[in-house]
């Protein structure tokens, strides 16, 4: 394996979906672009006055969304340097940013308790959510449904929301005595997978919400969570400094690595 050092925790690592599979690295006040075959940075966006958060590239790998510590959302086309866009309503730090998979929608979940809908063209806001109670730090989208995404937060909720309507689908609920910490929707949009504590638990979508499995392999808080391009491999990463990866028949452990360090983000290329 390759260890590159970088200046400050690591929030997310993103791979770029289109070749050559260059990835995004969030940490402190930057993100760095490494090249796949280089593993040397080849591009930093650093306009942030404090912390990133959550750099993910858009599906046709041409554009990049970042959250920030002061609460605004910075949207940046790869092949420059200075922001194309930047959206500001939330009052505080905005931990996830996402791209819906029409390509023209930006979700965000922030520290405000607020997770919101924004439109890409008019740089505007196009909906706020208010169900949640706490700190929202973990959310994704549908694959497959440009109207749907998802957002957990700190206080044991989970809200499913339809990205045209004012409501949440299924307003959150207490799912476990731990935090949220991620969340992974399948790409065929069946289930999702939410973090709390040691804990990776799945649910079925179609059936309400209902609990499928609960997953109990780590020793500590998992921080991450991740699912192979086919959807038969979930892995996952915990302050334990153990990767898990699971098969998604059986939701047996398949194999295991060990690290030096707490493990706070991964990804697939």
Known sequence: PVQIKEFGAVNKIDFSPVPPYNYAVTASSRIHIYGRYSQEPIKTFSRFKDAAYCATYRDDGNLLVAGSEEGSIRLFDISGKAPLRQFDGHTKAVHVVGFLSDKYRIFSGGDDYSSNLWDIPSATEIVSYSEHTDYVRCGCASRVNADVFITGDSHNGWALRPG????????????????????????????????GGRYVKVWDVLKGGQLLVSLKNHHKTVTCLCLNSSGQRLLSGSLDRHVKIYSTTSYKVVHSFNYATSILSLALS
């Open 164 to 195: 045209v309507m004012k409501e949440a689908l299924y307003h959150p609920l207490k799912t476990s005595p731990e935090k949220h910490k991620c969340v992974h929707m399948s790409n065929c949009f069946v289930c999702f997978l939410l973090t």
